[in-house]
């Protein structure tokens, strides 16, 4: 049996279902990312200690805001934001094609 894998992390998982639907708990995004309630809760507050997202209490429950802006940390990514990722796996998901960028003489 082929190994289960994904091409985003964890970490973007649960970024990408924060993005799409801020309201969600965490129960909802364990669900929706097939991780543990338990790796949900660790990522979201590390994300949140990482200045990507803002938690932010609206009566019993959270509401979560992407910092679009935020940038990866790592070179290869070269300026590329947390909107711009989700625009393009959209896109991807959607079946649209994605302009190749351009490449360095």
Same mark, same amino acid.
């Given at each position: 049996m082929?190994?289960?894998?994904?091409?985003?992390?964890?970490? !973007?998982?649960? %970024? =990408?279902?924060?993005?799409?639907?801020s309201r969600a708990t965490?129960?909802?995004?364990?669900? !929706?990312?097939? %991780? =543990?309630?338990?790796?949900?809760?660790?990522?979201v507050r590390e994300l949140e200690e990482s200045g990507f997202i803002e938690k932010k209490r609206v009566g019993r429950r959270n509401t979560y805001t992407?910092?679009?802006?935020?940038?990866?940390?790592?070179?290869?990514y070269q300026g590329l934001n947390i909107a711009q990722m989700i625009t393009a796996l959209r896109r991807i998901m959607e079946g649209g094609?994605?302009?190749?960028?351009?490449?360095?003489?």
């Open positions: 082929p190994k289960k894998w994904n091409f985003l992390s964890n970490y !973007g998982l649960v %970024l =990408t279902h924060l993005f799409q639907n965490l129960r909802e995004i364990a669900r !929706g990312t097939d %991780l =543990t309630e338990r790796a949900v809760y660790q990522i992407v910092d679009q802006s935020a940038l990866f940390s790592f070179p290869v094609a994605m302009p190749l960028p351009p490449e360095d003489a």
